[in-house]
């Protein structure tokens, strides 16, 4: 209770109610409420109270949203949930679609009435100036990083008005944000694992600082390869690679077709790390010697990226994380937070399956 409490003090929400007055000998009428909150742009929103009707193009809102158990509000969806979504959003086939945060329809927007709209940092950059004009808000949110990812739970719970559901679901993932930092601190510098992360939507494009990654790999214990990029991800020449001779290779999530959440085989994810093990020069790679190249599924960005945490941590350091029950893990969020049954592919080779 005290860690979400400390929570609501640095996050600096500020909360206005406004009390009902009436005149003598008349019902009394209720004024809307509004709270005043700070999203995760560090814009200042005042939103309307209670929210009965919302709209979003960011996903990972959506996705709190239903595990804080507000996805009943929903009247626009962004549209992917109709296309390369809808295995994980069975509910949501039958809304509107009102394009997305970078192909936005504003038009649809209005017509589906939201009190607000809940999109990304940056994207689309005139939505303000497009929305507000027609009554609604708009609120930024960032579930992507683990950077600040419990206290944005606890602002959109406030918002929702489920702050008790805000609380126990940040303290879920947060147990095992506490308990991966821990073991991390106990792995000594000279042990720690070098990494080559490779972008799933393109060979030889690594990872760099600001990468969801890159954020992982430290959170880890591991060293990202290519920390030092200028850019968070970058096309690399083979040769740098091989220069660098990493101890395990990832190749990540992004724009991926094979694993994830519907996959039930795993022939795609070997041909594909078949195809970067035969690459020029690799058989001398660390990596590639020692059988250290694993290929991750899809569906574990938004605030699943904690789940992310756990696979990449475990993959790192079997050893030091064999008390860790990713798959139990996984389960009870999709289960008890997101209604959905556990199934799916996420990791090949699997070294605590093996």
């Not at 968070?232 to 990832?250: A, M, Q, T, Y």
Request: proline share 6%.
């Amino acid at each position: 209770m005290k860690k979400i409490m400390s929570l609501v003090v640095a996050i600096t929400l500020v909360a206005s109610l406004f009390v009902a007055s009436c005149a003598p000998e008349k019902e009394e009428e209720a004024i809307p409420t509004t709270i005043t909150i700070v999203d995760s742009a560090g814009t200042v929103v005042e939103v309307p109270q209670p929210l009965e009707r919302i709209a979003f193009w960011d996903v990972g809102t959506a996705e709190v949203s239903r595990a804080l158990g507000a996805g009943d509000k929903f009247v626009g969806i962004n549209e992917y949930i109709t296309t390369y979504y809808s295995h994980f959003w069975p509910e949501l086939q039958d809304k509107p679609t009102i394009g997305s945060y970078v192909n936005p329809d504003y038009e649809k927007v209005i017509d589906v009435e939201p009190q607000v709209i809940f999109t990304v940092i940056g994207y689309p950059p005139d939505a303000e100036e497009q929305l507000e004009p027609a009554g609604i808000k708009v609120i930024r949110m960032k579930f992507s990083h683990l950077e600040n990812l419990t206290r944005d739970i606890v602002t959109l719970g406030l918002i929702l008005g489920k702050e008790e559901e805000a609380e126990e679901f940040t303290n879920f993932l947060q147990s095992k944000l506490d308990f991966i930092e821990e073991r991390v601190r106990e792995i000594e510098p000279e042990e720690r694992k070098t990494v080559y992360f490779e972008a799933g939507h393109k060979d030889y494009y690594a990872r760099g600082p600001g990468s969801v990654e890159d954020e992982l790999l430290g959170k880890a214990g591991g060293i990202n390869i290519f920390a030092n990029l200028s850019v968070s991800g970058s096309e690399v020449e083979p040769e740098e690679i091989l220069e660098r001779d990493p101890d395990v290779i990832l190749k990540d999530t992004m724009g991926v077709t094979y694993g994830g959440y519907t996959a039930t085989y795993t022939s795609d994810m070997e041909a594909k790390r078949d195809e970067m093990m035969s690459r020029p020069g690799w058989s001398e790679l660390k990596a590639v010697k020692n059988g250290q190249v694993y290929i991750e599924g899809g569906d574990l960005y938004g605030p699943k990226v904690v789940i992310y945490l756990c696979y990449v941590a475990k993959i790192l350091y079997p050893d030091r994380f064999e008390d860790l029950d990713v798959e139990a893990f996984h389960r009870e969020y999709l289960e008890k937070y997101q209604g959905l049954e556990f199934k799916g592919i996420y990791v090949y080779p699997c070294p605590w399956a093996e």
